[in-house]
């Protein structure tokens, strides 16, 4: 109000005020949009690291399982060898007592369950095959996640001050 009455003066000095309040309003703005930016920034660069450690402790479980189920195909490969032979031992039986049902039945039955384990040999192979695909998928949105932490990063670092700066 003082300044108000000075001539002239007054008035310039007032215009002034008025102008450096605006900006300053503007400014605060600009500032709380980059606030709000910033800690949405940061709290998605926090759920990519979390969920970074949720897929290693993933990937742990899927290369465990990989490996098992390797040993599992040798285990089964071993079997197939062992009935293999003691299939060829038992028609080579039958050849020699052609009259014995029983031991027909026997074989067909050995026969049956060696089919069966051949088969889940077979799956066992798929489901590890898939299992290492598994793991490439795993390494690759690792990755992804870490690439957009370093954007965000830069963002943080680079990006908004720079706006900042030209908003000044």
Known sequence: LFLNKLPLIGNLIGRT???QRRALDRFDSVKNQVEILTTDITAISAGFRQQNATLAAMYEEV???ARDTGVNIVAAELA???IDTELVT???QLRREPENSLLA???SDIEHQFTILKKRRADMIVAQ?????DLTMIKMMQHNNL???DKFADIEAVTLPAAKRAHL
């Open 17 to 19: 005020l008025r102008m």
């Open 90 to 92: 038992r028609r080579e």
């Open 63 to 65: 290369l465990q399982e």
């Open 105 to 107: 039945m026997e074989i």
């Open 147 to 149: 690439t957009m932490i």
């Open 80 to 82: 197939i060898n062992h």
């Open 129 to 133: 095959q898939k299992g290492y695909d």
